[in-house]
């Protein structure tokens, strides 16, 4: 069955790094744009960056931009999200979304995503 699963969060220092990955399971990620949003308890939903079908367009938050770089491999049906010089405010229950719409440039919308991976940075 369709399903995004989503690995590799968890707890690192200001300044440091972790990589996500996301799986997708039950259909073909080549013809989607797909994406990672990120939310904190409380608070509304946060659109963090988004990749073309192709990977040939990126696009991202103004509070990640130059930090984060998002990626796919469509032969492994997985997308990835490389975060450096994490910050406190990282941290958030991380998703990944497809397929990923950016409207108005700052507005993600999407229609599937998987149960996330918390990410916290804390020394």
């Known amino acids: 069955q369709f399903k995004l699963v989503e690995s590799g969060g968890g707890l690192v220092q200001p300044g440091g790094s972790l990589r996500l990955s996301c799986a997708a399971f039950?259909?073909?990620?080549?013809?989607?744009?797909i994406g990672w949003i990120r939310q904190v308890p409380g608070k509304e939903r946060e659109g963090v960056s988004c990749?073309?079908?192709?990977?040939?367009?990126?696009h991202y938050a103004d509070s990640v931009k130059g930090r984060f770089t998002i990626s796919r491999d469509n032969a492994k049906n997985t997308v990835y999200l490389q975060m450096n010089s994490l910050k406190p405010e990282d941290t958030a229950i991380y998703y990944c979304a497809t397929p990923c719409r950016v409207v108005d440039g700052k507005k993600y919308e999407y229609d599937y995503w998987g149960q996330g991976t918390q990410v916290t940075v804390s020394s």
């Open positions: 039950g259909f073909t990620l080549d013809y989607y744009a």
């Open positions: 990749i073309s079908s192709n990977g040939g367009t990126t």
